[in-house]
């Protein structure tokens, strides 16, 4: 059974820095590319980073180039998304994607 699991989404001050996670489980997972998607209230969900298989090429959205990290440990069969110098524009549910499976979201809220 495919499942995608994102945690680390929380409450973090304009400036502030998060981490998210996001669990695989009932694929190879060392074998597929990730993305990370993320929706804001009342807009499209959009693009925020890629990882290849590898983890040698990366790729991300303009809004987050330079602040935004892509990672993966394909031995834990995990992907990360590090986030820093985090912005209100970046509050929005951010999702992983393999493949066409996606996670639960988790909700990232940068505020003060």
């Known amino acids: 059974q495919v499942q995608l699991v994102e945690s680390g989404g929380g409450l973090v001050q304009p400036g502030g820095s998060l981490r998210l996670s996001c669990a695989v489980s009932?694929?190879?997972?060392?074998?597929?590319?990730m993305r990370w998607f993320r929706q804001a209230p009342g807009k499209e969900r959009e693009f925020v980073a890629f990882?290849?298989?590898?983890?040698?090429?990366?790729k991300y959205a303009d809004s987050v180039k330079g602040r935004f990290t892509i990672s993966r440990d394909n031995a834990k069969n995990l992907a990360y998304l590090q986030m820093k110098s985090l912005k209100p524009d970046d509050t929005a549910i951010y999702y992983c994607?393999?493949?066409?499976?996606w996670g639960q979201g988790t909700q990232v809220t940068v505020s003060s």
């Open positions: 009932g694929f190879t997972f060392s074998n597929y590319n």
């Open positions: 994607k393999l493949n066409d499976y």
């Open positions: 990882i290849s298989s590898s983890g040698i090429s990366t």
